[in-house]
């Protein structure tokens, strides 16, 4: 421990705020967080949200408060980094862009509604400026990249336990049908969860496990690092299970099928066959194998003879009209609820285009793309270098959240919650330094703690570029 803490003291102080920054994103919504939030005299009640103040002005600088607004800016002053260069636009970042003047442009708009302006500071701002933070944090070795992921996991682990004990203790060990049936008990989501309900849950959760799987999988880093890896990746992965939400459940398989290929890992690849066979084996020795093809086939074929179905599609047809009526402004950050009944458009890219307006449309859908591709290009070279490796580490969350976004929807924030989007922008800023012509290979496998043997050996002595 005294070897850690001198190791830490060493460090530059905008990568230690890097540092805490990255472990307060996945615990903003537990005690420590809505704490924070109470300093903040919002109030936050209960897991919807918090209570705002009436008072404009006041909304205004308290959510410039918030910790993932004050935090990446601390991060920004305070480093003494010369190497960060803007480089080339890529897809991303030129999606990013067109995101943020879309979201701005509808802020100033709708100027004055308090709603607005928090959800615009808590979401797409906080998470803009966690982006920019950490790829402006210099990376001086391999041991920084596993710091860094080290307290993202740590953070996560936390409510990802604490969910598994509230679920237990709440119903014990349910059958398929009654954690289906769980699903739509909103009572229990609101008061038991800590991201609201089993949409959100799953997708901060799924989040959590691509980032810890590369690592579980993968040999970039030490024992001690994996272990936290696999603890935190299999008590995610339970909670995504257990919200059984259907694009959650096959975003994680699917994650899993590209680790195996990146990995070029026979071995991974037949443990998910037989994981898979284990599974569809239990339900049909459970007699449950039919209600859950069914469940699964209603999403898939989007049957609207279903209510639930039926009630997405006319979100998304909702959400189409809201932007036709306001095609540049338009309702604003957050203000979908407002005129759509099912909350927001069951697809991100309607979504924003009806929040946000065209310019926002623009930018996910560019961000999509971009992200989609860089990992594709990364899987297919497999994992034939260092660099190779943390850029999947740092990739795969993003992209498989943002694609999901293609076909479903998802979550940003949740009020002053905004794990969701801070959590990916900092991954991706992370992906930034790692080409950033920053650390050399010969600095980052110095036979330090966080370099295997196998690496030292297989990297040669150049730059990360």
């Known amino acids: 421990m005294l070897c850690v803490s001198e190791k830490l003291s060493s460090k530059p102080l905008d990568f230690l705020l890097l540092l805490c920054l990255l472990f307060w994103i996945p615990m903003e919504n537990t005690f420590i967080g809505r704490g924070y939030i109470h300093l903040l005299d919002l109030h936050a009640s209960d897991t919807v949200g918090a209570t705002l103040p009436r008072d404009i002005l006041l909304i205004c600088a308290q959510s410039l408060l918030l910790a993932t607004i004050v935090a990446p800016i601390l991060v920004m002053i305070c480093s003494t980094s010369r190497s960060y260069r803007p480089g080339a636009v890529t897809l991303f970042r030129a999606g990013l862009i067109a995101w943020i003047l879309g979201a701005t442009i509808s802020t100033m708009a709708h100027v004055g509604t308090a709603d607005v302006d928090f959800d615009y500071a808590a979401g797409i701002l906080s998470g803009a400026l966690v982006y920019y933070a950490a790829r402006r944090v210099r990376f001086r070795a391999l041991r920084d990249y596993e710091l860094a992921f080290r307290a993202i996991a740590l953070g996560a682990l936390l409510p990802s336990i604490y969910d598994l004990y509230r679920y237990h203790a709440a119903w014990g060990f349910p059958s398929l049908m009654q954690i289906i049936t769980i699903k739509y008990d909103p009572h229990y989501w609101a008061l038991n969860c800590f991201f609201g309900n089993p949409d959100n849950a799953s997708c901060a959760y799924g989040i959590f496990s691509m980032i810890c799987m590369p690592v579980a999988f993968g040999k970039q880093f ?12 299999i008590t995610a992965s339970l909670n995504t299970l257990l919200t059984m939400s259907r694009t959650g459940i096959l975003a994680l398989f699917l994650a899993m099928l590209v680790t195996a290929t990146f990995e070029r890992s026979r071995r991974l690849l037949f443990s998910i066959v037989i994981a898979s066979v284990m599974a569809v084996g239990t339900t049909i020795v459970g007699g449950h194998l039919t209600h859950l093809l069914e469940y699964f086939k209603v999403a898939a074929t989007y049957d609207m003879g279903n209510a639930n179905v039926e009630s997405r599609i006319e979100s998304m047809r909702e959400g189409w009209t809201a932007f036709e009526r306001e095609p540049i402004a338009g309702l604003g950050p957050g203000q979908s609820k407002r005129v759509i009944d ?27 793309g971009g992200c989609l591709w860089e990992l594709a290009s990364v ?24 694609g999901r976004g293609l076909v479903s929807d998802l979550t940003i924030n949740n009020s002053f919650v905004n794990t969701w989007i801070c959590l990916v922008m900092a991954a991706l800023g992370i992906v930034e330094t790692t080409r950033a012509g920053v650390v050399a290979w010969s600095d980052g496998l110095d036979g330090g703690e966080g370099a295997t043997a196998g690496s030292q050996r297989r990297t040669p002595a150049r730059a990360l570029h």
């Open 342 to 368: 099912e909350t927001v458009p069951h697809e991100m890219i309607i979504w924003q285009a009806a929040e946000c307006g065209v310019f926002a449309a623009i930018g996910v859908l560019l961000m999509a």
């Open 222 to 233: 030490g024992f001690a690092t994996r272990v936290i890896a696999w603890l935190t990746l």
């Open 379 to 402: 899987t297919i070279s497999g994992a034939r270098s260092m660099q190779s490796r943390l850029e999947f580490l740092y990739l795969l969350a993003p992209a498989v959240y943002f």
